[in-house]
C-alpha cells in the first residue's frame, strides 16, 4: 500500500512552454503532498509543501509564480512548470503521507524528469 | 532537525552485509531516526526507522547506539540492486517535511 504516482515520468518541452507534472496518491488520501527537485549528482531540495484546499507554501528561494502548485483533492497535487528554461531541467519529485497515519513514513513517486530545450 | 552526518561513498561485496554508519550527535529526545534510499532516476524509498530499540524488517536492520548519538543501517546479504545513495535522517515523527543531506553513495560489487 502507500503508492505515489507521479504521471509523466519524463517530458521534452521547448523554452516558454509550461509543462504539467500530476502527483498521485493510489491506495491512500492525502491532504499534505511535498514537491522536491533534484539536479544532477545534487540530493533532493524541498520546493513548496502541498495543502489540499489551500495555497501551497514555498521554501525560500522558490518562486511561486513560476511554480504553480494545485492540490485539488485528496489524491492529487500538480506542479506546472510555467514558462520553463533550461535551467528549469531537473528531476522532479512529489512525495506524500497517509493522511491519517502521522506515524507513517513519507511516501515518495519515482520522479518527472524535465528536459526544457 | 538534529545534522547528520554519513560517509561520502561506501564499497560493499555483493552478498556480504553492509553496514552503514551514521552521526547525530545532536538528535533530541523526539526525533526518531529514519533511512531513505534512492537508486539511480528513482525517487527515494522508505527503508526503516527507530527510535531507541534496534528495528528490523525485511529490508534491513537499524542498530542505534544507547547514547542515541549514532547508528548503523545493515543491508544483511547485500545484492547488486541495492546500489543506491542511502539517506539518514533525524526527524521528529510526524514531521511534515524531510530534508535530504548528500547522503552515503554505496556500491555493490559483483
Known amino acids: 500500500g502507500a503508492v505515489v504516482s507521479q504521471h509523466p515520468s519524463w517530458v521534452i518541452c521547448k523554452s516558454g512552454t509550461s509543462v504539467k507534472i500530476e502527483c498521485r496518491s493510489l491506495d491512500f488520501q492525502a491532504t499534505t503532498m511535498f514537491w522536491y527537485r533534484q539536479f544532477p549528482k545534487q540530493s533532493l531540495m524541498l520546493m513548496a509543501t502541498s495543502n489540499e484546499g489551500s495555497k501551497a507554501t514555498y521554501e525560500q528561494g522558490v518562486e511561486k509564480d513560476k511554480f504553480l502548485i494545485n492540490h485539488a483533492s485528496l489524491t492529487l497535487s500538480t506542479l506546472t512548470v510555467t514558462s520553463a528554461h533550461p535551467e528549469d531541467s531537473s528531476f522532479y519529485i512529489c512525495?506524500?503521507?497517509?493522511?491519517?497515519?502521522?506515524?507513517?513514513?513519507?511516501?515518495f513517486g519515482n520522479g518527472t524528469r524535465l528536459t526544457v530545450t | 532537525d538534529a545534522k547528520t552526518t554519513q560517509p561520502t561513498s561506501m564499497d560493499c561485496a555483493e552478498g556480504r552485509a553492509a553496514n552503514l554508519p551514521c552521526n547525530h550527535s545532536?538528535?533530541?529526545?523526539?526525533?526518531?531516526v529514519y533511512w531513505y534510499r534512492q537508486i539511480h532516476s528513482q525517487g527515494p524509498q522508505y527503508i526503516i526507522h527507530?527510535?531507541?530499540n534496534n528495528e528490523t524488517n525485511e529490508m534491513a536492520s537499524l542498530i542505534i547506539t544507547e547514547d542515541r548519538k549514532s547508528s548503523t543501517l545493515i543491508l544483511p546479504h547485500a545484492t547488486l540492486r541495492d546500489t543506491a545513495v542511502y539517506y539518514c535522517m533525524a526527524i521528529i515523527q510526524g514531521a511534515q517535511k524531510l530534508v535530504f543531506g548528500q547522503g552515503t553513495r554505496l556500491t555493490i560489487n559483483p
Open positions: 545532536t538528535i533530541s529526545g523526539n526525533e526518531y
Open positions: 512525495s506524500a503521507r497517509v493522511t491519517q497515519g502521522v506515524n507513517s513514513p513519507l511516501h
Open positions: 527507530g527510535l531507541k
